[in-house]
């Protein structure tokens, strides 16, 4: 059974059904190297949801990860028969304020996919695309790349005091991938994140799909142009943090 908190040993199990449970909830993610995030967690950290996941493979072709239902609801578990390990993922809510593309083609397809609207705009030594995305997000690692938050929750005893940047250090398809994860400015958590973070569903809802979907923003419309650039004149900052 899952439970609540961030905890930092990697449990792992084998030998107990059926499959996992998918949801069609947004999540975070970042599929190239240096891809990153500014967010706003909702969750504080020992109202974290953590449950085991097996990692799903059809031959040699990854499938996502499927809820060890043995573990979560003491039902037969067809990962756990076939002696596919579980490892603890964790979950929390999050408030995506802007992401930030590098230029591949992956990220141009990605944002006319979804009719954003990217700007360039430099991080450090970097061009990247901004996309202000302000929609709120479910986070969902393993143990492994959650590490470091923690980390900071046991130093800070929360994550609510400011936005954090989470970034991707590895190439897709990379099993060496790892997550960095940055804290920036401290920034009071305002009662528009308050009333955000009150109403969104229980994460344990969401992990054993009794929720499986949440109202998002609409996407823009089709005539802006995706890949607008920021002018110059607004972009004297680019390369410093946002002022959220």
Known sequence: MGGRGVESDEDEITGGGGGGQRTFIPRV?????????????????????????HKNMVGKDFRGYALCTKSATGEDCA????????????????????????????????????ELKGKKVKEGKQTFYRVDTE?????????????????????????????????????????DTSYIFEALDEEPFSKELKKIATDLPDLEDIVLGRVSSLDTKEA?????????????????????????
Request: negative net charge.
């Open 29 to 53: 993610m970042l599929r190239d190297d240096g891809e990153f995030c500014r967010i706003r967690f909702l969750t504080e950290h020992d109202d974290i949801f953590w449950e085991l996941h």
């Open 79 to 114: 990962f756990c028969n076939d002696g596919v390990p579980a490892n603890k993922h964790y979950f929390a809510w999050v408030y995506e304020l802007s992401h930030f593309y590098p230029l591949t083609e992956r990220a141009k397809e990605t944002i006319k996919r979804r």
């Open 135 to 175: 929609e709120v997000l479910l986070m969902q690692y393993s143990g492994y790349h959650f590490g470091a938050v923690e980390k900071r929750a046991e130093r800070h005893g929360t994550l609510l005091d400011r936005p954090f940047e989470w970034i991707r250090n590895g190439q897709p398809g990379d099993t």
């Open 220 to 244: 823009a419309s089709d005539d802006a142009d995706p890949f607008e650039e920021e002018p110059a004149e607004k972009n004297n900052g680019a390369n410093e943090e946002e002022p959220f």
